[in-house]
């Protein structure tokens, strides 16, 4: 089943497209500091993207962090919502569970497939990220955030946590939209159903008003893999982002049992 | 023997609506079943419950002798379905999706996949184009790769809903063929359709629903059986009133320019002819007559109509 469902994500030139849109964000801003030699001050624009000009050793992760608030949650909205209401819109979800495939089972593969994606382009920005930083701005060794140099094989572990924490940050706008394509035969309305979640929480992330619910919000640790770059790492906060996304796939994911586990197949 | 499918008091609601309303329906083995009624009459809702897609309000549902929904899943491996039309990947081409289709769920043994996805598209006509994608096919070829797909391995049920759809009369026919074959090979066959005549033609047994309820369940001939009138033409009606009024058993419906329509009452059609012919009638042709499959379901849901407000 898993294999199947893995077949059918690469054989849509979707995915591809959607993998070339989100590492082409990247290399532009690349292009930009390239060609202008003005990077942004400090402090200000995405982690990283600062020190880039001097290092292109920082590109992979400055790439990640650049498409990590709008792009890549767009990009997983999109296949989470299309995960069952696609099946059903095009008629095919009737067939899939008259094979039979079990629904729970399903769910679980669809969620699984999402991920897979998730890994696929969070791996493809990074790999562009490294060969465009490495080609414009040179590799030297990495400085940490706290001051003091990370040696090439530190770097090379703390990038592929950055890269699992990344990816493991976006399962919870996965499972919400997945929940939603549960709900409606409408990919669209799905995928939509989870950007509404998403802004909701970034938006209510800034808000001091809602300081009581900050720490419990999906997207609140999104950032917090920058403290994989410290010296030594600070583990506290990318423990509690785990934590989070952990969270809310338990309950999207649970919701979206319920209701699909119970419900009649009309498309 | 254990039915195929057996309903007992089926019903689903949707809110205040009654789609399915107590349905008993009996599918026996090797039947050709004919599933007839018009639009929205319930039809592609009850075979929906049947195959575990949509859950019933109240009642119960045998398939294969396990209990729907609860061991369907057990059983759906030997059942081949096409409902409400066929559903697959627009991108991808007929044998790629084909494929994938087999390789999802129990069964389907990967060494034979590509020669048995080679025999099902042959069985419907569709080998020559099978590498062009689905959202290039005519509705009646989509019609016919959505057969191919029930058809991918051997089923003991077959339950089409609405198989010749969108095909033109070539098609139609193939498809009728290919359901008597498959009949002959020893596959129960569901069939629901609002074509009367393709139920005249190939089905076995039907049952008629209308407005969610069931009218009437039987073998088709029984369906048909006589009305009890005999249609008489003769070149000479006024000497045929004369013998048929001389003797008992029968009496006059109607008479035409050289036909006379009579109600048998007691005697039969041999009978009567043999009256007829000794008395010096010389009969041209004595028809017992037979309803049409349109006018039993014609009678059946005016009567069911009426007791059912709206």
């Known amino acids: 089943m898993f294999r199947v469902e893995l077949r059918k994500l690469l054989l849509r030139p979707r995915t591809y497209v959607m993998c070339a849109l989100l590492a082409g964000l990247p290399t532009i801003v690349a292009i930009f500091l390239k060609v202008s030699g003005i990077g942004p001050r400090a402090g ?3 982690p990283f993207l600062s020190q880039v000009l001097n290092n292109g050793a920082l590109f992979p992760v400055a790439a990640l962090a650049l498409i990590l608030p709008v792009f890549l949650p767009i990009a997983v909205s999109v296949i989470a919502g299309d995960a069952i209401a696609g099946e059903a819109s095009s008629g095919t979800l009737r067939y899939l569970l008259m094979r039979p495939v079990g629904r729970t089972k399903l769910l679980f ?20 990220g490294y060969v465009v930083g490495s080609t414009f701005f040179g590799i030297k060794p990495l400085p940490s955030v706290s001051g003091r140099t990370i040696a090439a094989q530190d770097a090379t572990w703390r990038t592929f946590v950055t890269v699992v924490y990344i990816a493991v940050s976006m399962l919870g706008v996965a499972s919400v939209g997945l929940f939603f394509s549960t709900v ?7 995928a939509l159903g989870a950007l509404a979640a998403l802004v909701t929480s970034q938006v209510l992330d800034l808000l001091v008003a809602a300081e009581s619910v900050r720490p419990y919000l999906p997207t609140h640790y999104w950032l917090a893999f920058v403290d994989l770059f410290r010296y030594p790492v600070l583990w506290r906060n990318v423990v509690r982002g785990f934590a989070i996304q952990g969270l809310y796939v338990g309950i999207f994911l649970g919701l979206a049992w319920a209701n699909f586990a119970t419900k009649d197949i009309e498309s | 023997m254990t039915p195929v499918i057996r309903t007992i008091g089926l019903t689903k609601r949707f809110g205040p609506v009654s789609a399915v309303d107590d349905v008993n329906l009996e599918v026996h083995q090797g039947d050709v079943f004919g599933f007839l009624g018009p639009n929205g009459s319930g039809k592609t809702t009850t075979l929906r419950m049947v195959l575990g897609l949509v859950f019933a309000t109240s009642g119960s549902i045998e398939l294969l002798g396990a209990s729907v929904p609860k061991h369907v899943n057990r059983v759906l491996p030997r059942v081949g379905a096409l409902v409400e039309g066929p559903g697959f990947y627009p991108h991808l081409s007929a044998r790629r999706n084909l494929a994938l289709l087999d390789a999802t769920g129990p069964g389907g043994a990967r060494r034979s996949r590509q020669a048995r996805i080679g ?4 069985r419907v006509g569709l080998a020559r184009v099978a590498r062009r994608p689905f959202k290039a096919f005519s509705t009646g070829m989509q019609q016919r790769l959505g057969l191919a797909a029930a058809l991918l391995r051997p089923h003991d049920l077959l339950v089409l809903d609405e198989p010749t759809n969108g095909l033109d009369p070539r098609g139609m026919h193939d498809i009728r063929s290919l359901l008597g074959e498959l009949s ?3 596959t129960t066959i569901v069939l629901s359709s609002h074509l009367l005549g393709e139920v005249e033609t190939i089905c076995t047994r039907a049952a008629i629903v209308h407005r969610g309820r069931l009218l009437a369940q039987d073998r088709v001939e029984r369906l048909l059986a006589p009305t009890g009138t005999v249609r008489i ?3 000479d009606p006024g000497a045929a009133l004369r013998v048929l009024g001389e003797s008992a058993g029968s009496h006059v419906l109607e008479r035409e320019r050289d036909c006379v329509t009579v109600r048998l009452n007691g005697t039969t059609p041999q009978e009567l002819n043999r009256r007829l012919v000794v008395g010096g009638v010389a009969v041209g042709e004595l028809v017992v007559e037979r309803p049409k499959l349109e006018d039993v379901f ?5 009567r069911g109509g009426a007791d059912v407000p709206r």
């Open chain 1, 184 to 190: 409606t035969d409408s990919s669209l309305g799905a």
């Open chain 2, 184 to 186: 002959a090979e020893g």
């Open chain 1, 109 to 128: 593969v669809k969620l699984a497939i999402v991920t897979v994606f998730v890994f696929l382009a969070v791996i493809v920005v990074a790999g562009v």
């Open chain 1, 44 to 46: 200000a624009g995405p």
């Open chain 2, 233 to 235: 033409t003769t070149d």
């Open chain 2, 119 to 122: 025999e099902a598209l042959e």
């Open chain 2, 298 to 302: 014609l009678r059946l849901t005016e």
